[in-house]
């Protein structure tokens, strides 16, 4: 149990919760880029096959970051930017944990912002195909259109168009 470890195990455990953390950042942002790349080609299908890796990368992720936040908590310190400095201070020989650290924050901006783009290239395809779909519902509102009396016009059905 955490709380009845020793100072060293405890140091060690925080040091392998970092670095393995900084090994799961670092598949998470090559899952990111491989997805933002089927993103950029359309091809929805192999989405699909990433979506058990990334759920399973990111219960991995957060695993290991409770394990770290729970060093810091025997330790009495929070689990934050400032718990993590305290950590530091107060281990300044951990110089492999210090230097995974190094690594994680940069890492984790990269995959933040990997799915963040990500987000919006999703949105623009659903967008995309909503348009798509109308187009072939027949619907010409969605798209804009106006009739030869400058109003508005509405699809009389919805069914698939033929001019589409």
């Known amino acids: 149990m955490i709380g009845e470890?020793?100072?060293?195990?405890?140091?060690a455990e925080f040091s392998h919760a970092v670095e393995a953390e900084v090994a799961a950042v670092r598949r998470f942002?090559?899952?990111?880029?491989?997805?933002?790349n089927i993103l950029s080609h359309g091809d929805a299908d192999q989405l699909l096959d990433l979506?058990?890796?990334?759920?399973?990368?990111?219960?991995q992720l957060t695993t290991l970051a409770n394990?770290?936040?729970?060093?810091?908590a025997t330790e009495g310190l929070t689990a934050d930017p400032a718990g993590v400095a305290a950590w530091f201070a107060a281990h300044p020989t951990e110089i492999s944990a210090h230097a995974a650290w190094s690594l994680l924050l940069p890492l984790a901006r990269q995959a933040h912002?990997?799915?963040r783009v990500n987000g919006q290239l999703i949105q623009l395809?659903?967008?995309?195909?909503?348009?798509?779909?109308e187009a072939l519902l027949g619907s010409t509102d969605a798209l804009g259109l106006y009739g030869p009396n400058g109003q508005n016009t509405t699809a009389s059905s919805r069914r698939i168009s033929d001019n589409a």
């Open 67 to 72: 394990q770290r936040n729970q060093v810091l």
């Open 51 to 59: 979506l058990p890796e990334k759920n399973g990368l990111a219960a």
């Open 5 to 11: 470890m020793s100072m060293t195990e405890a140091s």
């Open 125 to 133: 395809r659903m967008q995309h195909n909503a348009r798509a779909l």
């Open 113 to 115: 912002e990997l799915n």
């Open 29 to 36: 942002v090559s899952l990111l880029e491989r997805e933002q």
